[in-house]
């Protein structure tokens, strides 16, 4: 049996918003849906599972909240063997590396550099969409165990 947790639909009357309007919220969320799904997904979630999924949370939201003109879609699915995460903005810029270590623009040192590399590099899959409505979605598939 495969059992799934989502969280990020509750509708206007709901307790919650659809998004969340902080990267704390949207990592407690994570940590929710990864505490109340086992059955189906091979027992719970090792501690470095959760780690790498808070982590990756916080780097999509705040870089969405920051950079992408705000976070306009959140989800977090868990499913067997595997938590994905989603997070959609209002740009349609994609992820990338801004210069290099000590590299320096003309307001002062260049930001980013370790954020999207670090989510490449824990996730089992990457997902980037533009859809036609507009801004762009990142969907993160990280594994469990």
Known sequence: MITR???????????????PHVAAEARARVAEALLMTTTGTGGPPSATAVGDALLVTSELVTNA?????????????????????????????????????????ASGPAEGGFGWPLVRLLAQ?????????????????LPLH
């Open 5 to 19: 947790h989502r969280t990020g639909h509750h509708g206007p009357g709901g307790n919650r918003p659809l998004v």
């Open 65 to 105: 909240l920051r950079h992408g003109g705000g976070l306009t879609k959140f989800r977090v699915e868990v499913g067997p063997g595997a938590v994905t995460i989603t997070v959609a903005d209002a740009s349609v810029e994609l992820p990338h590396v801004r210069g290099g270590r000590g590299a320096a623009r």
């Open 125 to 141: 899959e990457i997902r980037l969409t533009l859809p036609p409505e507009g801004g762009k979605t990142i969907e993160v598939r």
